[in-house]
T-cell receptor, first 114, second 114 residues
Framework: GAVVSQHPSRVICKSGTSVKIECRSLDFQATTMFWYRQFPKQSLMLMATSNEGSKATYEQGVEKDKFLINHASLTLSTLTVTSAHPEDSSFYIC??????????FGSGTRLTVV | SQQGEEDPQALSIQEGENATMNCSYKTSINNLQWYRQNSGRGLVHLILIRSNEREKHSGRLRVTLDTSKKSSSLLITASRAADTASYFCAAYVISNFGNEKLTFGTGTRLTIIP
């Protein structure tokens, strides 16, 4: 079946630095990928929709200059958290549309900003 | 904003019993999906029910959908310890701009007691 690989699974960074998270579709082409954020014991909140070859669509309240999304190929989308602060610490999950209303999720990235 | 509300927020039952989780959503949907998430991991797709369907089965899972009440339920029969996880409903909608979007409910944390 369709597999999405997300990397890294865990990252600790210093406040003020930037962190890049990768989301790859391994055996299919994903024209659309989605980035979610999940706080402990809470649900997934959609941050942005990543479209190959075009600008990402951000949800209301999500700072596009802080959460940079690049979807330069049909198999790779990246999320860069710029100038990270402790409040950005969270679990970030990507997913890719597999067509026919199907979605495959990455295993998530635990970001801790110290 | 969150699409759906789920109840209960947490549920603990004895192994072998049935578990029922409910989801309510706010807007019209194309379909509704249920996902499972083990602690700190990505999401696994369980079942999809289309807006013109009322009930769907998959193994020990049974999902119902009532579009007039904007609600859905997930029933897990003969629960097992391995069913312990968080369960989320997710509504598939098409935005006014034609973008697809999967927005998640608040989730139910299910604990199966051996």
């Amino acid at each position: 079946g369709a597999v999405v690989s997300q990397h890294p699974s865990r990252v600790i960074c210093k406040s003020g630095t930037s962190v890049k998270i990768e989301c790859r579709s391994l055996d299919f082409q994903a024209t659309t990928m989605f980035w979610y954020r999940q706080f402990p014991k809470q649900s997934l909140m959609l941050m942005a929709t990543s479209n190959e070859g075009s600008k990402a669509t951000y949800e209301q309240g999500v700072e596009k200059d802080k959460f940079l999304i690049n979807h330069a190929s049909l198999t790779l989308s990246t999320l860069t958290v710029t100038s990270a602060h402790p409040e950005d610490s969270s679990f970030y999950i990507c997913s890719a549309s597999t067509g026919n209303y199907g979605y495959t999720f990455g295993s998530g990235t635990r970001l801790t900003v110290v | 904003s969150q699409q759906g509300e789920e109840d209960p927020q947490a549920l603990s039952i004895q192994e072998g019993e049935n578990a029922t989780m409910n989801c309510s959503y706010k807007t019209s949907i194309n379909n509704l999906q249920w996902y499972r998430q083990n602690s700190g991991r990505g999401l696994v797709h369980l079942i999809l029910i289309r807006s013109n369907e009322r009930e769907k089965h998959s193994g020990r899972l049974r999902v119902t959908l009532d579009t007039s009440k904007k609600s859905s339920s997930l029933l897990i029969t003969a629960s097992r310890a391995a069913d312990t996880a968080s369960y989320f409903c997710a509504a598939y909608v098409i935005s006014n701009f034609g973008n697809e979007k999967l927005t998640f409910g608040t989730g139910t944390r299910l604990t199966i007691i051996p």
